[in-house]
C-alpha cells in the first residue's frame, strides 16, 4: 500500500531541505578548512622566522 500524496510529497520536500543543508554544512565545512590551513600557514611562517 502506497502512502497518501501528501506524504509523499512532504517526503520529497524533507529530502530536498535536507541535501541544501548538507551542502550548507559541507561548505562551512571548507571554509573553516582554508581558513584553519592558512592560520597554520601564517604559525609555521612566524616560527620560521623566530628560528
Known amino acids: 500500500m502506497s502512502p497518501p500524496l501528501s506524504v509523499r ?3 520529497k520536500a524533507f529530502y530536498k ?3 541544501s ?6 561548505n562551512r565545512m571548507l ?3 582554508l581558513i584553519i590551513s ?3 600557514e601564517q604559525d ?3 616560527v620560521g622566522h623566530k628560528l
Not at 21 to 26: D, H, L, T, V
Open 44 to 46: 609555521s611562517d612566524s
Open 17 to 19: 531541505k535536507r541535501c
Open 9 to 11: 510529497l512532504n517526503r
Open 21 to 26: 543543508a548538507e551542502k550548507q554544512i559541507s
Open 38 to 40: 592558512v592560520s597554520i
Open 31 to 33: 571554509v573553516v578548512y
